[in-house]
């Protein structure tokens, strides 16, 4: 199949995250695993979608679990494969339109979805992974709600720099189901040298209730929650967790 460019996470951004801000995965790992535990009695296969550098695989791998780690960056998938290389299997996976392989459970945290262009989009990969879901199986994700452009409408620009890359990021709501983050990164070459890249990435936001009628439309019972467990979202990101009967 011929795969499209990635047109968020290039190298550099992606080396930057997954150096600081394995935060998010850390912080979800341990109520999704609970989540998952009947899915681990049963050995299922669990499919994540949007795996990154494989900050939260490492978590579910730990834990004894069989994972088919996806994402659509090719630069995201090579550091996985560096730090979780035994994953059952790590491919590209592009949603909408890549067929979702059968699955016990699917996961993603990181608003994987909500990358997608548009709220059409985003429900038809919903209804995509929903099919994929094998009877009695779990799927929990997070979701930016229309919440989150409310929650950052007057953020300042954000600075972090560290000892060898640095990531400058500037926000803008154009629309109250966009929010967009224009970022600039700079990494140190070897000889000492910067390299500069520039991402602008723009999210769709979704009143996260349409996603949980969604599921229930394709048979899965769905909550939209403030958590996977005992850890505190940001202001706007919901966790969506759901079962098929």
Partial sequence: MQRRPAQYYRRDLSLIHHRGF???ADACAPGILALLEPALDRKGLVLELGCGSGLLTRHLIDAGHRVIA????????????????NAEELRQLVLPDDPIPPADAIVSVGHVLNYLPDEASLLRAVTAATRALRPGGLIAIDLCDLEWAEARRDSPPLARIEQDWALFTKFSIPSPDRFVRQMTTF?????????????????????????????????????????????????????IVGTRG
């Fill in 70 to 85: 996806t994402d659509a960056s090719p630069s995201m998938l090579d550091l996985a494969r560096e730090n979780v290389g």
């Fill in 22 to 24: 394995g935060f998010h």
């Fill in 187 to 239: 990494v140190a070459n070897a000889d000492g040298s910067w390299r500069r890249d520039d991402e602008r990435h723009d999210n769709v936001l979704i009143d996260t209730k349409l996603v949980a009628q969604a599921l229930h439309s394709e048979g899965v019972s769905a909550r939209v929650l403030t958590s996977f467990g005992a850890e505190e979202l940001p202001a706007g990101l919901h966790a």
